[in-house]
């Protein structure tokens, strides 16, 4: 039996704490220190004291909480020793680890360190283990003690000589299946539009510096100079776009650069990042669901973007962790699926909503379309004219979500796909979906269709819906549901 040792986290985590301060006041430094300085208002001068005040106390308990915040790791458990005044002890077992995830920043880099996130699969503050500042080997050895924690809680020894018997399994062989190349990021770079990102950020800079330095007089002299020679609009709207083009590529290549995903018998891994990078893992048998998302400009270009639901979530929706590389064909995108994870089968063909449905749909209330049509009769009754291409828009946009939803419920499965200007396919298997519902409201009843809602485990939870199904396939899937027990091991 290992015995654990009460360990201080690495003396550099008060460094990470004080450039993250900094980051997070840049803006007030900024004002009251530099655009400020000379400034003897009275408001301004307190502003500054309260600042510095702030400073100091915040650079104080970086240091205290380095000093008392200690954690302890045994082969089956995470301690965190927590609090300055008043004491906080956290056991975590290792066996909950759902996903692991490890972050290097640029600063990470420049020490050598790095940082690691242990989800656990709950909600609240208390989800997840963050290790901030780590040296590699310690990472490395955090997460072997979780995987022989996982491996020992699902395959215990019968006794104490045979467990000493054993020899470590050997370390399971991984395999790449797909490395993010050129092409890929060109393509990613023209379809995230992240290359027009810069004029959204031009204006925001413009406002915000017309704000101190009232900009009026010289963004007229500028426009006057233009309007006297329009040609050199031309090269310089060339050069607008050909520099926003190279700044869009170096953001998405700092985003999607060295994207890797490969896999063993058990996890998956991904890898991103060029400045900062992210590593990734989710054991395959915690994978809930499966999400094939294709926004409007990646269903026109053919491509989709395939997520990984799982009992955790590790980092914010901007992370974009759980998700394979986001702009992949459609083919590619479900090769990749095939391969990671074969348990999983993504049908072909699916069944579509009975004609009846098309009509109850155009039927149902366009409570949007009316709220518009009120409030420009209201407040705009020049522009009363847009209700009717509004409606339009609306009855197209039923039509296509008729057209396009397809559902498949097998004895192990159950797959849906919706959408209309978009499209959205959701893979899920019976033992995976933890509570349903199915409802019919007064029209559906008339046209004999019910709803489909089924929750998935996640963070947050994964509702899902699927409207207007023969009230047959209701009734098929409640059955479907009950009867699950059978296939829960």
């Known amino acids: 039996m290992m015995e654990a040792e009460k360990q201080q986290f690495h003396f550099s985590w008060p460094l990470f704490q004080l450039v993250s301060l900094v980051k997070g006041s840049i803006f007030v430094i900024f004002y009251l220190f530099i655009l400020k300085a000379g ?35 045994s082969e089956t458990t995470v301690t965190l020793y927590l609090g300055i005044f008043v004491k906080n002890q956290r056991n975590v077992e290792l066996k909950r680890i759902q ?30 283990v963050k290790f901030p500042v780590l040296s590699h080997a310690e990472a490395d050895r955090i997460k072997g003690l979780v995987e022989e924690a996982k491996r020992v809680h699902a395959e215990p020894p019968n006794s104490v000589a045979e467990e000493e018997a054993i020899a470590p399994p050997p370390l399971p062989e991984r395999k790449v299946h797909f490395t993010a190349g050129t092409k890929d990021l060109v393509k990613a770079a023209f379809t995230s539009l992240s290359m027009f990102a810069i004029f959204p950020i031009l204006f925001s ?11 009026d007089e010289t963004s007229q002299s500028v426009f006057a100079f233009f309007a006297s020679r329009l040609w050199l609009l031309v090269p310089v709207l060339a050069a607008a776009l050909l520099l926003s083009a190279v700044i869009g590529f170096v953001t998405t290549y700092s985003k999607y650069g060295k994207f890797v995903i490969s896999a063993d018998e058990q996890r998956i891994y991904i890898r991103k990042g ?20 294709q926004p409007f400009l ?39 699926v095939e391969e990671l994870l074969p348990q999983y089968q993504i049908a072909g063909s699916m069944e ?26 209201v407040f705009k009754t020049e522009w009363l004219w847009l209700s009717a291409p509004i409606l ?30 978009s499209a959205n396919t959701l893979l899920t298997k019976r033992v995976k979906v933890q509570e349903i519902q199915v409802t019919h409201s007064w029209l559906q009843r008339k046209f004999g269709v019910s709803s489909l809602h089924f929750h998935n485990r996640s963070k947050p939870l994964l509702a899902t819906e699927l409207k207007d199904v023969p009230r047959e396939t209701g009734a098929k899937f409640y059955g479907w549901f009950k009867d699950r027990t059978h296939f829960v091991k």
């Open 392 to 421: 339009v828009i609306f009855i197209v946009a039923r039509f296509l979500e008729y057209r396009y939803t397809r559902y498949s419920l097998t004895e192990r499965f159950i797959q849906i796909r919706t959408g209309a200007f």
């Open 205 to 215: 800079l413009y406002f915000q510096f017309d704000d101190f330095f009232n900009l």
């Open 99 to 128: 996903n692991v995830q490890q972050t290097t920043n640029f600063l990470h880099r420049m020490l050598k360190l790095t940082s690691l996130t242990l989800e656990t699969g709950t909600t609240g503050e208390d989800a997840a």
């Open 274 to 293: 060029v400045f900062t990078e992210t590593q990734f893992s989710i054991r395959k048998d915690k994978v809930q669901a499966i999400k094939i998302e």
């Open 39 to 73: 400034s003897n208002s009275a408001f301004i001068l307190t502003l500054k004291g309260l600042f510095i005040a702030f400073l100091v106390f915040s650079v104080i308990k970086i240091f205290l909480n380095w000093v008392y915040t200690r954690y302890e790791i």
């Open 352 to 377: 579509a909503l009975p004609k009846s449905v098309l009509w109850l749909r155009l039927l149902r209330p366009y409570y949007f379309w009316i709220a518009a049509t009120v409030a420009l009769a």
């Open 298 to 336: 990646k269903r026109l270009l053919g491509m989709a973007e395939v997520k990984l639901v799982s009992a955790g979530s590790v980092g914010d929706d901007d992370a974009e962790i759980n998700s394979l590389f986001p702009f992949l064909p459609v083919k590619e995108a479900y090769r990749l």
